[in-house]
T-cell receptor, first 116, second 111 residues
Framework: DAGVIQSPRHEVTEMGQEVTLRCKPI?????LFWYRQTMMRGLELLIY????????DSGMPEDRFSAKMPNASFSTLKIQPSEPRDSAVYFC??????????????FGEGSWLTVV | EDQVTQSPEALRLQEGESSSLNCSYT??????LFWYRQDPGKGPEFLFT???AGEEKEKERLKATLTKKESFLHITAPKPEDSATYLC????????????FGSGTRLLVRP
């Protein structure tokens, strides 16, 4: 299995630009998560989907952030406009329902975002 | 508010020197406590899930234990390849699938 695939792996952009991060979950998984990791705040859940439907977006920091999941094999996280404080590693993760067990959550390699 | 605190922030060990990492938590109804390993430039990799106080899980040189307020990750006779950041996460007792992560312990094992 290819695992969770994220792109781009690295992105450097200027403040004010739009950033789109992409994720392909593991085939057959019905949950998809977007996390952000920083030195200051660690790993934070931004939003998660179940069967392509957003379930909890309470972690999305501002209206500048949006996420979509148009189908079971693709999701995007968009930041518009981007700001330097958005610099972080963004992880996508996927899982399949099994008693809500954390051991079924598989993470991608992350997208390293730097906003200058 | 649900919270996870890990200590120490960083730990340096000599190869073969056993030690323990701590994860303290406050959560409204624990559904599960999870340990992940994260290597530089990689995503977190699942290690263990613990569900109730007194439970223990082992994998190679690692053993995770759980009490009502904290969990320990014991590392026995570590090797340099055990060097990584170890993350603890809890899942609360509501219906959410949300995992709350600690800030991690950076472990360095010197040969």
């Amino acid at each position: 299995d290819a695992g969770v695939i994220q792109s781009p792996r690295h992105e450097v952009t200027e403040m004010g630009q739009e950033v789109t991060l992409r994720c392909k979950p593991i085939s057959g998984h019905d949950y998809l998560f977007w996390y952000r990791q920083t030195m200051m705040r660690g790993l934070e859940l931004l939003i998660y989907f179940n069967n392509n439907v957003p379930i909890d977006d309470s972690g999305m920091p501002e209206d500048r952030f949006s996420a979509k999941m148009p189908n079971a094999s693709f999701s995007t996280l968009k930041i518009q406009p981007s700001e330097p404080r958005d610099s972080a590693v963004y992880f996508c993760a996927s899982s399949f329902y099994r008693d809500f067990s954390g051991n079924t959550i598989y993470f991608g390699e992350g997208s390293w975002l730097t906003v200058v | 508010e649900d919270q996870v605190t890990q200590s120490p922030e960083a730990l340096r060990l000599q190869e073969g020197e056993s030690s323990s990492l701590n994860c303290s938590y406050t959560v409204s109804g624990l559904r599960g406590l999870f340990w992940y390993r994260q290597d530089p430039g990689k995503g977190p990799e699942f290690l263990f899930t613990l569900y109730s106080a007194g439970e223990e899980k082992e994998k190679e040189r690692l053993k995770a234990t759980l009490t009502k307020k904290e969990s320990f990750l014991h590392i026995t006779a570590p090797k340099p390849e055990d060097s990584a950041t170890y993350l603890c996460a809890v899942q609360a007792g509501d219906s959410s699938y949300k995992l709350i992560f600690g800030s991690g312990t950076r472990l360095l094992v010197r040969p």
